[in-house]
């Protein structure tokens, strides 16, 4: 599976949306489920998806499907 299928997946298991309702301004400013729960349930999602382990202060960045998509990269991840 390319990545982005796999980062959509862990939104999709997370959240419980279709994949067509995410965009890069999916986040905790514009989504009434996303809370510190659903923010940190996604984090072991991520890191075994790409076989990465994030430094904590980038899971307290993961506030947003955009801002989760620039993250990536600095673990040298394309999405």
């Known amino acids: 599976m390319e990545n982005l299928g796999k980062y ?4 999709v298991e997370v959240f419980g949306v279709n994949v067509e309702e995410l965009n890069d301004d999916y ?6 489920e996303w809370d510190s729960v659903h923010q940190l349930s996604l984090v072991p999602l991520l890191e075994e998806a790409f076989d990465i382990l994030f430094d904590p202060e980038d899971i307290m960045e993961l506030t947003s499907y955009g801002n989760g998509k620039e993250l990536l990269k600095k ?3 394309e999405i």
């Open 27 to 32: 986040g905790k400013d514009t989504v009434e």
């Open 75 to 77: 673990y040298n991840v």
């Open 8 to 11: 959509n997946n862990a939104f």
